[in-house]
């Protein structure tokens, strides 16, 4: 069925650098949710991307969708200890949620 | 967004016996989602739950395993049935608020059976 990949498993990055994490996949998404898992914690929702190309801003972090809707990214700018956690996309298809494999981010101060 | 309460948050059980986990929501939902998280991974979908319906299930998971009960649009419950050790994981509840918004969790209930 359909997966979305998603790169790299795991960042580690000194305070204050920047991070990118990536999801792709083979075919179309219909749309893509990004979540933050904080340790010891249960996703929580970032935002949603439907059109082509949208891009979307919250303070430090900067969400992508690509033009075909086969990949998105997020962003965030001059990480933060409070950024430590692991961010996940996921296609939302069917009223169900398939997640990306997540990529786990460590901040070293 | 709505709220859950999932319950317990964690347990020890010994193999061979079921464990029922239960998520409660502050609203009416039509579908309620059953997910897996084994240590260090992703989410695996495991069952949709649907008031007056039997539950979805997807591959590689069956009804015998985790049976699970939606008696009303605001309560479901996942049994994790015969456990074993391979059970032990986070699992969790979900539902989505609307089409444009996420999908709320709840927070979840560490398994570890020995």
């Known amino acids: 069925g359909q997966q979305v990949m998603q790169i790299p498993q795991y960042q580690h990055v000194q305070e204050g650098e920047d991070f990118t994490t990536y999801c792709n996949s083979s075919?179309?998404?219909?749309?893509i949710q990004w979540y933050k898992q904080r340790p010891g914690g249960h996703p929580v929702f970032l935002i949603q991307l439907v059109k082509s190309g949208e891009v979307k801003k919250q303070k430090r972090l900067t969400f992508q969708f690509g033009e075909a809707k086969k990949n998105s990214s997020l962003h965030i700018t001059a990480t933060q200890t409070t950024d430590v956690g692991t961010y996940f996309c996921a296609e939302r298809t069917g009223g169900k949620l398939i997640f990306g494999q997540g990529t786990e981010l460590s901040v070293k101060p | 967004s709505a709220v859950i309460s999932q319950k317990p948050s964690r347990d020890i059980c010994q193999r061979g016996t079921s464990l029922t986990i239960q998520c409660q929501v502050d609203?009416?939902?039509?579908?309620m989602f059953w997910y897996r998280q084994q240590p260090g991974q992703s989410l695996t979908l495991i069952a949709t739950?649907?008031?007056?319906?039997?539950?979805?299930?997807e591959s590689g998971f069956v009804i015998d395993k985790f049976p699970i009960s939606r008696p009303n649009l605001t309560f479901s419950t996942l049994t994790v049935s015969n456990m074993s050790p391979e059970d032990s994981s986070i699992y969790l509840c979900s539902v989505g608020t609307g089409t444009d918004y996420g999908y709320t969790f709840g927070s979840g209930t560490r398994l570890t059976v020995v």
């Open positions: 609203s009416q939902v039509t579908m």
């Open positions: 739950a649907n008031q007056g319906s039997e539950a979805t299930y």
């Open positions: 075919t179309t998404l219909s749309n």
